[in-house]
């Protein structure tokens, strides 16, 4: 149940001051491609980048404006709708940060990370290649008669001087 629960993750702030750090992280992010923060903050303000990525690949006006008053930067908002013009997000579908963890800080113990924008393109999956193997026909192999197998088995067992009496005997 939601009794007293308020929308959004509160980051031990008041509303305001949430507001205003989480459009100044947006803003970081985008001017330096990876900041380091603590995991609470990356993760309250993931969605929000994503948000303005997905305003900057619909490209329209309506979008520039909301991306401008969620960055609060004129000039940074027309970077980031150059990248996504240029494709640089054009084959992902949403993902486009990356939070890596680096650790406890050492005075309370936060969780570290490193938050990233994402450049490099998907990678395809793993399934595709697995569906192709599987159609791959073998041709049928004739086994060897059971008296070449024993006879094989008896030689390669063993030693070499030994193969040659047993040979000797057997003329």
Known sequence: MR??????????TDASHTKAMKKSLV?????NDRI???DVRAKAIRGDVDRVITWAKKGDIASRRLAIAKVGDKDLVREVFEKAAQGMWADR????????????????????VIMELV???????AKKAAATVTKVEEAPVEEP??????????????PAEEAETTEESAE
């Open 36 to 38: 380091k923060t603590i």
């Open 145 to 158: 008669k059971a008296e070449e197998t024993t006879e094989e088995a008896i030689a390669e067992e063993a």
């Open 3 to 12: 009794h007293n629960k308020k929308k959004g993750m509160k980051l031990g």
């Open 93 to 112: 579908n949403g993902g486009y940060t990356r939070i890596m963890k680096l650790g406890p800080r050492k005075g309370d113990a936060a969780e570290i």
């Open 27 to 31: 803003r970081a992010l985008f001017e």
């Open 119 to 125: 450049t490099e393109p998907v990678q395809p999956k």
